[in-house]
């Protein structure tokens, strides 16, 4: 016989000492420090008058931290304002519900372009801090999507085929990294393809000279003067194709010897053929898959008992399978949109102005890239998951009380906390130039049970201190080799 106890009665109550529920906000900072996204926005936005206050740095970063830390809305800044620890840790206040939405109302095109004008710069950084260089592939996913809005009183807001009142932002995913590149905000009713072409000559700009970018589409954006754009500046495409009848006929009458087995999918075949679009006057590279429709389903006579998958693209090497099999991967990104809506509050767009939208959408773009920046800079997504939400679980909603010791700021964590060697490894900077590849984790039990805490000087330099043995060893040394021999040290 089986007896369930209930839980302990508890008692709440209230204490003034720091305490912090997001120890590893300190890692979203490291990670914003070294792209330099408050010094890039720092020189180039210029949205206030005067200079009391938060600077517009501020407003960018502590908006975009607490979107990374989860919160969904401005209302949700209320919460990040509370945690008086991490604003003595970043040295600001996060801003108040209602002057961040002052500070958004404020935006007009051109302090939106100065906003990109910033973002592109960290780009550009990040790109370097992850080792891009010139001649590496880049693969670029374009996409737009349908944001709803509450009211059809909100600028931009028109009714569409969803049956309810949207804006129509494109997006832009790097697919190696799961970076947001870039988003520009359009109204409800623009078509798919609107604004594309001035679109990826921005996207282009905030990736690395030299590198080789592929950009993949959706049929949504197939146009000859896309095509054109693209081949003019030397990017390879695949872009899906929509159904016509002269597509479809010409499609029938590739043979089936022509067709060969998909490389990485249980059905299907592939075969290519040369088509030239009615208005266009150049042939290009048509690559088509199908597949045979399932026994009972309802044929149609154009498709002669097949399902047909086409695209379009300039690459004259890569074998018919293989860009098939890559385009198909192109449905990632709505991995990244999807992201974007369920874990940083982007389902919804809730300000009045286009503009204060627009800004919103940046700020929320540049909280899911902190995300991002802050697992592959600090190697915390090894097994290849960058959702928002397992970041969140595992190192950024960690308990801690903040203390003072010594003239230094030291942020004390549980010793049992599971993933304490990886917290340590990722507070490496990225700067640093002779880090290994793949450090030996520093597991938490190989730790004695000692007092150990974080601790960090005025200026941000986090520490791994022992309080008994008084040792030290920063965030700079904490891949070392010499860092296996911490238990024998502390326990002699």
């Known amino acids: 016989m089986s007896v369930q106890r209930e839980s302990r009665r508890v008692e709440v109550a209230t204490t003034d000492r720091e305490i912090t529920a997001h120890a590893g906000a300190v890692l979203l900072r490291q990670a914003a420090n070294a792209v330099g996204l408050a010094r890039s926005i720092g020189q180039h936005l210029r949205l206030k008058r ?13 908006m975009a931290e607490a ?3 989860g919160a969904d809305c401005l209302d949700d800044l209320a919460v990040a304002r509370s945690d008086t620890a991490q604003e003595t840790l970043r040295g600001f206040a996060t801003p108040a519900p209602q002057t961040a939405g002052n500070f958004l109302r404020r935006f007009t095109l051109g302090h939106i372009r100065q906003l990109d004008k910033s973002l592109r710069a960290v780009h550009r950084r990040a790109f370097e801090l992850l080792k891009v260089k010139r001649g590496d592939r880049v693969t670029l996913d374009f ?39 870039h988003a520009a905000l359009r109204r409800g009713k623009a078509s798919t393809s609107r604004g594309i072409l001035r679109f990826v000559d921005e996207c282009l700009r905030r990736v690395p000279q030299g590198a080789a970018v592929r950009a993949r589409f ?44 998909c ?37 149609e006579l154009e498709t002669a008992g097949y399902h047909y998958w086409v695209l379009v693209t300039n690459d004259h090497a890569a074998p018919a399978a293989a860009l098939e099999s890559e385009h198909r991967h192109k449905a990632l990104v709505e991995s990244g949109v999807r992201e974007l809506k369920e874990n ?23 909280g899911l890239n902190l995300c991002r920046w802050t697992q592959l800079l600090g190697e915390l997504g090894a097994d290849g998951d960058l959702r928002a939400k397992r970041l969140r679980y595992r190192y950024l909603a960690v308990p801690a009380l903040l203390v003072r010791s010594g003239r230094r700021l030291v942020l004390k964590l549980h010793r049992g906390y599971a993933l304490i060697g990886r917290f340590i490894a990722a507070l490496q900077p990225a700067e640093h130039p002779a880090a290994p590849a793949s450090p030996p984790p520093l597991a938490a039990a190989s730790l004695p049970a000692r007092n150990v805490s974080f601790g ?32 024998v040290l502390f326990s002699s």
């Open 50 to 62: 005067r200079t009391r206050g938060l600077s517009e740095a501020q407003f960018v970063l502590g």
């Open 143 to 181: 996409d737009s999507t349908y944001i709803r809005s509450y009211s059809s009183r909100r600028q931009g807001a028109d009714p569409t085929w969803t049956r309810r009142y949207t804006l129509h932002p494109l997006l832009c995913f790097v697919a190696e990294f799961g970076t947001c590149l």
């Open 67 to 69: 979107v990374a830390l």
């Open 218 to 261: 959706d049929s949504g954006f197939h146009s000859k003067d896309t095509f054109a754009a693209l081949e003019a500046k030397g990017v390879t495409y695949l872009v899906g194709v929509p159904h016509n009848p002269r597509l479809l006929q010409v499609i029938r009458q590739v043979p089936d010897e022509d067709y060969s087995p």
């Open 344 to 366: 940083f509050g982007l389902s919804v767009l809730r300000k009045h102005g286009f503009l204060a939208n627009w800004a919103w959408l940046l700020i929320v773009a540049t």
């Open 456 to 487: 960090g000087t005025p200026r941000g330099k986090l520490v791994l201190r022992d309080a008994e043995q008084g040792a030290c060893l920063t965030a700079n040394d904490a891949l070392h080799p010499l860092v296996q021999l911490l238990p």
């Open 263 to 299: 490389i990485d999918d249980k059905e299907g075949e592939v075969a290519e053929f040369g088509y030239r679009m009615s208005h266009d006057t150049r042939f290009r590279r048509y690559v088509v898959k199908r597949i045979a429709i399932a026994p009972g389903e309802q044929a």
